[in-house]
């Protein structure tokens, strides 16, 4: 099974969909990368912000912001090789490196959220 390492720029959170303003691109990485992580695939993504060391301890990732400062990232790496520099993986690179179809990765996260009016 493929290994995929995201090396985010710093961010709010976790993804970036956050905050009142959110960038479709990051929506539509963290939609995809929620679909392939429920189908039980290796994808872990580290944040320059609560990450530091794992941008240090990397050697490829380091290399890659000391020739190119952080216009590096986002670093996308496929079993320990960068594959993308400065731009996320589009949704066919991510069918194609987990050999799934483009409607397997349109699943949203789903919240319920169940209100009890009568005990307000």
Not at 1 to 11: C, G, L, N, Q, R
Not at 20 to 43: H, M, Q
Not at 85 to 105: I, K, Q
């Amino acid at each position: 099974m493929k290994k995929v390492e995201i090396f985010d720029p710093a961010m709010c959170c976790s993804t970036g969909v956050c905050g009142p303003s959110v960038d479709p691109e990051l929506t539509r990485v963290a939609s995809a990368l929620y679909s392939l992580e429920k189908k039980g695939f290796n994808i872990t993504r580290y944040q320059l912000t609560n990450n530091p060391d794992k941008f240090v301890e990397n050697s490829a990732v380091n290399n890659a912001l000391h020739e190119n400062g952080t216009d590096a990232l986002p670093v996308v790496l496929v079993d320990g090789e960068i594959v993308k520099l400065g731009s996320y993986p589009t949704n066919d690179e991510l069918a194609e490196w987990f050999n799934v179809g483009l409607e397997e990765l349109k699943e949203k996260p789903k919240g319920r959220l169940s209100i009890n009016l009568n005990s307000l």
